[in-house]
């Protein structure tokens, strides 16, 4: 499974951003995905997650800012990042836990990352 993340870029501070991250690959299955956010010299941290029936989850520094959404007929979950703050720089990372066809388990997959910058 190869996850594929766009959307990231340069963004004043209050503005907004939307980031795709479609899957692709031999899926059989996709439960749970998300969004992991790391900032510079920190430690990975999770923005936001979503089931394969929509529940949702997300970081105390996101809710009311961020909507994670999915469209499971394209394997695809989005972010939309509104008021974005001048700390919140981070390289964002697609996260999903799915199985393969053959496969009689699932595993976490990881986007290669896209960078967010919030700045004037």
């Known amino acids: 499974v190869q996850l594929v993340e766009s959307g990231g870029g340069l963004v004043q501070p209050g503005g907004s951003l939307r980031l795709s991250c479609a899957a692709s690959?031999?899926?059989?299955?996709?439960?749970?995905m998300g969004w992991y956010r790391q900032a510079p010299g920190q430690q990975p941290e999770l923005a936001a997650v979503?089931?394969?029936?929509?529940?949702?989850n997300y970081a105390d520094s996101a809710k009311g800012r961020f909507t994670i959404s999915r469209d499971n007929a394209k394997n695809t979950v989005y972010l939309h990042m509104n008021s974005l703050k001048p700390g919140g720089t981070a390289v964002y990372y697609c996260?999903?836990?799915?199985?393969?066809?053959?496969?009689?388990?699932?595993?976490?997959?990881w986007g290669q990352g896209t960078q967010v910058t919030v700045s004037s």
């Open positions: 979503i089931s394969s029936d929509g529940n949702t």
């Open positions: 690959g031999n899926i059989f299955r996709i439960w749970t």
């Open positions: 996260s999903a836990n799915a199985a393969e066809y053959g496969d009689g388990w699932s595993e976490d997959y």
